[in-house]
């Protein structure tokens, strides 16, 4: 792996095969879409992977194991990872420099 944390997103808009006919979007990735476009200089420090929404995401199997395919994730320069959103937008903060999520 690079020396740049990688932050995994779904695509910003998908379908879901199970609900023919709609489209949608993940909330915790466009949280993240969110952080990312008002804090450019911090998103910068970062890779930034969109995955499509139908699982398998090959991807993030072989990354970290078909258990953890929930995104988004951020995967750790250094080894590890971050796949829940509390504590992703933590790491955020504390590695990238966003600001804090207010309590």
Request: hydrophobic share 40%; net charge negative; aromatic share 8%.
């Amino acid at each position: 792996m690079n020396g740049r944390d990688r932050l995994y997103l779904l695509e910003s808009e998908f379908s879901d095969e199970g609900l023919p006919g709609r489209s949608f979007y993940c909330k915790d990735c466009i949280t993240v879409e969110g952080l990312l476009a008002a804090f450019p200089a911090s998103a910068a420090r970062l890779e930034v992977i969109r995955q499509p929404y139908p699982r398998p995401r090959a991807e993030i199997v072989e990354l970290l194991g078909e258990a953890n395919q929930n995104l988004p994730c951020l995967v750790l320069a250094e080894g590890g990872f971050v796949n829940e959103i509390e504590t992703l937008l933590a790491a955020l903060h504390t590695r990238h420099g966003f600001p804090e999520r207010h309590p």
